[in-house]
């Protein structure tokens, strides 16, 4: 550690209470340690103060400070409302916001330590992550996010006062339904800007005239009006098919759409894009801001910023937050993602700096390279949780939470423990648990295969079936409902096998009646 | 680097219109809800919230994703204690999501979705159900407000109530029509005065001055700064309170021919009369009468769900009623209402009985006395005939124009209104 022991200067606070002074004090000590002992780069901060009631809407509206107006945000804060109430569930401590400035909401029921976690964890931590890693740099904009918002939820308003709640809300509907398929895995090309557009274009005309020949003139067109039958390849490639991005595809070329409802359309798609980069690296975020408080946290108490008592509290909380429960447990409900990711962040600062010699083995790069801190920032920028995982999760790691993996065929009467905690084991159980991070993998792959162009405008959608996994029967039904309403004509999906091609299942939803509107 | 802003003042229910849009959307089965819980509860409760649950049915959220059941997974969890390679463990009971991260999407494999309507909302769809106007809604779901409103001025007052703004201008009004001098004319005066002595002026100009500066003082004594009849008070007018308490009286009759249909539409009436009572009266008293050939008061619980066997005679019941209001309600003191709901039958031998208690006795003390004779829901074709029932054709002989006694035949929930609307018509005839 880099660290040097500053002077202490006396506590921050005391006692339970906060206010704005002291809210003040504790940031500027964490700013101090965030950036110059740990070397974290992050967003300016923005602060609010909020009330459970605004918790609980912020939850709602997916923890967005503005959101367009939909029945699910009401449903779903009817529910968490209800669980609230009843004391099934706590309220989370914060909410942060991937914009700039980055904006953490903090309640005002929380104790003045508790605030001082917060601010660690998220104003800091999450703060940190979503300006450094790959993965937001390359998907989201944290600039543009809050305006873009603003115009969505004024043109939604918009278009429900100019063309009716009802028919704005089908289209809303329909697009949440496909909101998981409505984002671009991969980048896609950049749109050129105007010069380089130019430019291209002189180039072009440059070319033709430098290689004009009169000869071509000569040769004879093929007759007007007998336009050879197109292929089956020119015309999906025409439409740009295959496509998985369902929402896109409906966007740009579903024929009886109104423009504002490609526009509605186009609103939920970025929404959805917006928030991928968030679903894959929910192990990672959360390990990094966990990561960044604790230590944060033990060096305000190391230089007796902060009492005993309020570290005995934080512990209290930090403890029940990384809470893993084993699989036999009441309590279990998956790997917790604070869990797992703060065990790893700390596993990985451990090898950088005290390796054993079997970390030198499974990792020759990292091992003893020195600067935990340094090791675990490389992480935090470049990588996804499924790519941490496979890379960075440690036999150590494995023994220590006693990981082992479990196959379930539907086919045989029982399960199969199939790898567990064991030198045979190890890789096996790190590249199973790496693929239940994986959205590729754990999402369903589903395309646009082709349209019945010269037919009936049949749309034809196909989900590759691995591991013999078919879609959920009666969901599939609704979400292709869905997409019928907003094709205009019959949606047929086709599930195959992977593996075999083979034809499992179909589905087929026929051409809703009357216009789309 | 930082900002902090409190955000606690910003306007609140920011979520009011998605949760008016989701009540939208969820109506068919929040009001088939509201239904049940308003069957269920009782009278008294009708007020509060109501904790609703509606099937997922009409508010799910489709998506793709995969079943719950069927092909091959792998899932690694952590926790392992004694297993080793190649170990069966018995399929745990139908688990789902439990085991990993796959299988209900989000959460929410229930099929029921549970949430709380707020007071409002309760009383809204209850009040729709019943297919009230607006007008009437308006008016059963007003809350009470009493208060002493500010009605002008007065000329006596207490002093505390005393309207100085409008004293001073009436005295300074006063002042001006009758010429008062002002104090600065005279100090004017008395200073030109001393001067002109001062400089020795001629006699006759200092006499004139001096019976000047005489009337000044006269004047000025003569007219009072302030007279009592410049003083005004603020004037108060006490809003008529009506009388703050009423006991509503539930008569039915229980005998076996009464359905539990019948019994349903009974007990929506009887709640509507408590919401209508209890927007007009700071307390209401119910009390439950239930009658076979004998009539006793009951509990709400035995009132509605109890059932017992005999004949019908509702002169017992109006006995019984008179009874309790001689001993706990004194007509001086209390508001009574009356609802009686019967399937129509009686006694042959009672109905000069009934009519004569109702006419000489129940009636007149009554606010209002409201008769409601409940059908099944199918005999439309009966009642349609004009075939009356004993009670029916006993009452009608004590109606006239000036008793408070509203008579109904209901068939169904949206026919309970009706009989409403004669009270409300009552109400603004006499106010």
């Given at each position: 550690?880099?660290?040097?022991?500053?002077?202490?200067?006396?506590?921050?606070?005391?006692?339970?209470?906060?206010?704005?002074?002291?809210?003040?004090?504790?940031?500027?000590?964490?700013?101090?340690?965030?950036?110059?002992?740990?070397?974290?780069?992050?967003?300016?901060?923005?602060?609010?103060?909020?009330?459970?009631?605004?918790?609980?809407?912020?939850?709602?509206?997916?923890?967005?400070?503005?959101?367009y107006k939909h029945w699910s945000?009401?449903?779903?804060?009817?529910?968490?409302?209800?669980?609230?109430?009843?004391?099934?569930?706590?309220?989370?401590?914060?909410?942060?916001?991937?914009?700039?400035?980055?904006?953490?909401?903090?309640?005002?029921?929380?104790?003045?330590?508790?605030?001082?976690?917060?601010?660690?964890?998220?104003?800091?931590?999450?703060?940190?992550?979503?300006?450094?890693?790959?993965?937001?740099?390359?998907?989201?904009?944290?600039?543009?996010?809050?305006?873009?918002?603003?115009?969505a939820?004024?043109y939604i308003a918009q278009c429900e006062e100019r063309y009716g709640y009802a028919a704005v809300e089908r289209v809303l509907d329909a697009a949440h339904a496909l909101m998981?398929q409505g984002?671009?895995?991969?980048?896609?090309?950049?749109?050129?800007?105007?010069?380089?557009?130019?430019?291209?274009?002189?180039?072009?005309?440059?070319?033709?005239?430098?290689?004009?020949?009169?000869?071509?003139?000569?040769?004879?067109?093929?007759?007007?009006?007998?336009?050879?039958?197109?292929?089956?390849?020119?015309?999906?490639?025409?439409l740009g098919l295959?496509e998985?991005n369902l929402l896109y595809f409906l966007e740009k070329k579903a024929p009886r759409l109104e423009h504002w409802q490609r526009e509605i359309l186009r609103i939920v798609r970025h929404?959805s894009?917006?928030?991928?980069?968030?679903?894959?690296?929910?192990?990672?975020?959360?390990?990094?801001?966990?990561?960044?408080?604790?230590?944060?946290?033990?060096?305000?108490?190391?230089?007796?910023?902060?009492?005993?008592?309020?570290?005995?509290?934080?512990?209290?909380?930090?403890?029940?937050?990384?809470?893993?429960?084993?699989?036999?447990?009441?309590?279990?409900?998956?790997?917790?993602?604070?869990?797992?990711?703060?065990?790893?962040?700390?596993?990985?600062?451990?090898?950088?700096?005290?390796?054993?010699?079997?970390?030198?083995?499974?990792?020759?790069?990292?091992?003893?390279?020195?600067?935990?801190?340094?090791?675990?920032?490389?992480?935090?920028?470049?990588?996804?949780?499924?790519?941490?995982?496979?890379?960075?999760?440690?036999?150590?790691?494995?023994?220590?939470?006693?990981?082992?993996?479990?196959?379930?065929?539907?086919?045989?009467?029982?399960?199969?423990?199939?790898?567990?905690?064991?030198?045979?084991?190890?890789?096996?159980?790190?590249?199973?648990?790496?693929?239940?991070?994986?959205?590729?993998?754990?999402?369903?792959?589903?395309?646009i295969?082709d349209v019945d162009l010269?037919g009936d405008r049949k749309l034809i959608l196909?989900?590759?079936?691995?591991?013999?996994?078919?879609?959920?029967?009666?969901?599939a039904k609704a979400v292709l409902r869905h997409i019928a309403n907003l094709w205009g004509y019959e949606v047929q999906l086709?599930?195959?096998?992977?593996?075999?091609?083979?034809?499992?299942?179909?589905h087929a939803v026929a051409a809703p009646s009357g216009s789309v509107a | 680097?930082?900002?902090?802003?409190?955000?606690?003042?910003?306007?609140?229910?920011?979520?009011?219109?998605?949760?008016?849009r989701?009540?939208r959307r969820?109506?068919?089965?929040?009001?088939?809800?509201?239904?049940?819980?308003?069957?269920?509860?009782?009278?008294?409760?009708?007020?509060?919230?109501?904790?609703?649950?509606?099937?997922?049915?009409g508010?799910r959220e489709p998506s793709f994703?995969?079943?719950?059941?069927?092909?091959?997974?792998?899932?690694?969890?952590?926790?392992?204690?004694?297993?080793?390679?190649?170990?069966?463990?018995?399929?745990?009971?139908?688990?789902?999501?439990?085991?990993?991260?796959?299988?209900?999407?989000?959460?929410?494999?229930?099929?029921?979705?549970?949430?709380?309507?707020?007071?409002?909302?309760?009383?809204?769809?209850?009040?729709?159900?019943?297919?009230?106007?607006?007008?009437?809604?308006?008016?059963?779901?007003?809350?009470?407000?009493?208060?002493?409103?500010?009605?002008?001025?007065?000329?006596?007052?207490?002093?505390?109530?005393?309207?100085?703004?409008?004293?001073?201008?009436?005295?300074?009004?006063?002042?001006?029509?009758?010429?008062?001098?002002?104090?600065?004319?005279?100090?004017?005066?008395?200073?030109?005065?001393?001067?002109?002595?001062?400089?020795?002026?001629?006699?006759?100009?200092?006499?004139?001055?001096?019976?000047?500066?005489?009337?000044?003082?006269?004047?000025?004594?003569?007219?009072?700064?302030?007279?009592?009849?410049?003083?005004?008070?603020?004037?108060?007018?006490?809003?008529?309170?009506?009388?703050?308490?009423?006991?509503?009286?539930?008569?039915?009759?229980?005998?076996?021919?009464?359905?539990?249909?019948?019994?349903?539409?009974?007990?929506?009436?009887?709640?509507?009369?408590?919401?209508?009572?209890?927007?007009?009266?700071?307390?209401?008293?119910?009390?439950?009468?239930?009658?076979?050939?004998?009539?006793?008061?009951?509990?709400?619980?035995?009132?509605?769900?109890?059932?017992?066997?005999?004949?019908?005679?509702?002169?017992?019941?109006?006995?019984?009623?008179?009874?309790?209001?001689?001993?706990?309600?004194?007509?001086?003191?209390?508001?009574?209402?009356?609802?009686?709901?019967?399937?129509?039958?009686?006694?042959?031998?009672?109905?000069?009985?009934?009519?004569?208690?109702?006419?000489?006795?129940?009636?007149?003390?009554?606010?209002?006395?409201?008769?409601?004779?409940?059908?099944?829901?199918?005999?439309?074709?009966?009642?349609?005939?004009?075939?009356?029932?004993?009670?029916?054709?006993?009452?009608?002989?004590?109606?006239?124009?000036?008793?408070?006694?509203?008579?109904?035949?209901?068939?169904?929930?949206?026919?309970?209104?009706?009989?409403?609307?004669?009270?409300?018509?009552?109400?603004?005839?006499?106010?």
């Amino acid at each position: 550690m880099s660290a040097v022991i500053s002077k202490p200067e006396g506590l921050l606070y005391d006692g339970a209470d906060w206010d704005y002074d002291k809210i003040k004090r504790v940031y500027d000590a964490i700013d101090h340690i965030a950036i110059k002992e740990m070397g974290l780069n992050v967003y300016p901060n923005q602060i609010e103060v909020i009330t459970a009631e605004q918790m609980l809407d912020a939850y709602s509206s997916i923890g967005m400070p503005l959101m367009y107006k939909h029945w699910s945000f009401g449903k779903h804060f009817a529910r968490d409302e209800m669980m609230y109430r009843k004391g099934f569930r706590g309220l989370a401590y914060e909410i942060v916001i991937n914009s700039s400035p980055c904006i953490s909401y903090i309640m005002e029921e929380n104790t003045m330590t508790m605030q001082t976690l917060v601010i660690a964890h998220a104003a800091f931590g999450h703060n940190h992550f979503f300006k450094n890693n790959q993965l937001f740099l390359q998907w989201t904009d944290a600039e543009g996010i809050l305006d873009y918002l603003e115009f969505a939820k004024a043109y939604i308003a918009q278009c429900e006062e100019r063309y009716g709640y009802a028919a704005v809300e089908r289209v809303l509907d329909a697009a949440h339904a496909l909101m998981n398929q409505g984002v671009h895995k991969y980048p896609k090309k950049r749109a050129l800007d105007l010069r380089l557009e130019q430019k291209r274009e002189r180039e072009r005309q440059q070319y033709q005239d430098e290689t004009f020949n009169d000869l071509w003139r000569t040769v004879p067109k093929p007759a007007p009006g007998q336009k050879p039958p197109r292929s089956v390849s020119e015309r999906k490639k025409l439409l740009g098919l295959p496509e998985e991005n369902l929402l896109y595809f409906l966007e740009k070329k579903a024929p009886r759409l109104e423009h504002w409802q490609r526009e509605i359309l186009r609103i939920v798609r970025h929404v959805s894009q917006y928030f991928y980069p968030q679903k894959q690296t929910k192990l990672m975020n959360e390990g990094c801001a966990t990561f960044v408080h604790y230590h944060i946290m033990n060096r305000l108490h190391q230089t007796g910023r902060i009492s005993d008592g309020a570290m005995l509290e934080f512990l209290h909380s930090h403890t029940s937050v990384v809470f893993q429960p084993e699989f036999d447990d009441q309590r279990f409900s998956g790997i917790n993602p604070y869990a797992l990711g703060f065990a790893m962040m700390q596993d990985i600062s451990r090898i950088a700096e005290n390796p054993t010699e079997e970390d030198r083995y499974w990792f020759p790069d990292l091992a003893g390279s020195g600067d935990g801190l340094e090791a675990v920032r490389h992480a935090w920028a470049n990588y996804r949780d499924e790519s941490f995982v496979l890379q960075y999760l440690s036999p150590h790691m494995i023994r220590k939470h006693k990981l082992f993996s479990v196959r379930d065929d539907a086919e045989d009467p029982y399960l199969l423990v199939e790898h567990i905690h064991n030198e045979r084991g190890y890789r096996n159980v790190r590249k199973l648990l790496a693929r239940q991070y994986d959205l590729g993998y754990l999402e369903p792959d589903i395309q646009i295969v082709d349209v019945d162009l010269a037919g009936d405008r049949k749309l034809i959608l196909q989900h590759r079936v691995t591991n013999g996994v078919l879609l959920d029967e009666n969901d599939a039904k609704a979400v292709l409902r869905h997409i019928a309403n907003l094709w205009g004509y019959e949606v047929q999906l086709v599930e195959v096998s992977a593996t075999s091609e083979a034809v499992l299942k179909e589905h087929a939803v026929a051409a809703p009646s009357g216009s789309v509107a | 680097m930082m900002n902090i802003i409190d955000r606690r003042l910003n306007p609140q229910g920011k979520s009011l219109a998605n949760r008016q849009r989701f009540l939208r959307r969820a109506k068919e089965q929040v009001v088939k809800a509201v239904r049940d819980a308003s069957g269920k509860r009782g009278i008294q409760d009708i007020e509060n919230g109501e904790k609703v649950t509606i099937s997922t049915g009409g508010v799910r959220e489709p998506s793709f994703h995969r079943s719950g059941s069927g092909g091959v997974r792998d899932y690694v969890v952590p926790g392992n204690k004694e297993y080793v390679e190649g170990d069966t463990i018995a399929r745990p009971e139908q688990q789902g999501g439990g085991r990993g991260n796959e299988g209900s999407a989000d959460g929410e494999g229930e099929d029921d979705f549970r949430f709380v309507l707020s007071r409002e909302e309760f009383l809204d769809i209850f009040l729709e159900d019943l297919e009230l106007p607006d007008l009437v809604k308006q008016k059963v779901k007003q809350s009470e407000s009493y208060s002493v409103t500010r009605a002008g001025y007065s000329v006596t007052g207490s002093p505390a109530n005393l309207n100085l703004v409008r004293t001073m201008r009436n005295s300074l009004s006063r002042r001006i029509a009758l010429k008062r001098p002002k104090p600065a004319e005279m100090e004017e005066m008395e200073r030109l005065l001393a001067e002109a002595e001062a400089r020795g002026e001629d006699l006759e100009r200092l006499q004139e001055m001096r019976e000047q500066l005489e009337r000044f003082h006269m004047r000025s004594k003569r007219i009072p700064f302030i007279d009592p009849i410049d003083v005004r008070y603020n004037r108060f007018e006490t809003v008529p309170k009506p009388i703050a308490q009423a006991v509503m009286f539930c008569l039915m009759d229980v005998s076996g021919s009464m359905t539990e249909h019948m019994k349903d539409l009974a007990k929506r009436f009887f709640m509507l009369l408590y919401l209508f009572l209890k927007r007009r009266y700071r307390s209401v008293d119910i009390v439950f009468i239930r009658h076979t050939h004998e009539a006793k008061e009951v509990d709400e619980e035995t009132f509605f769900y109890s059932t017992e066997t005999g004949g019908t005679v509702v002169s017992t019941a109006l006995e019984e009623m008179q009874r309790v209001v001689q001993e706990r309600y004194p007509e001086s003191e209390w508001n009574i209402y009356a609802a009686q709901a019967s399937d129509g039958d009686n006694m042959s031998s009672d109905n000069a009985r009934s009519a004569a208690l109702l006419r000489d006795v129940i009636v007149p003390m009554c606010q209002y006395f409201a008769y409601i004779e409940v059908a099944a829901e199918h005999n439309m074709g009966l009642s349609a005939l004009g075939r009356e029932t004993e009670l029916w054709r006993t009452y009608k002989t004590v109606q006239s124009p000036e008793l408070p006694l509203a008579m109904r035949r209901v068939r169904s929930r949206r026919e309970i209104f009706p009989v409403f609307r004669d009270l409300f018509a009552r109400e603004k005839a006499g106010a």
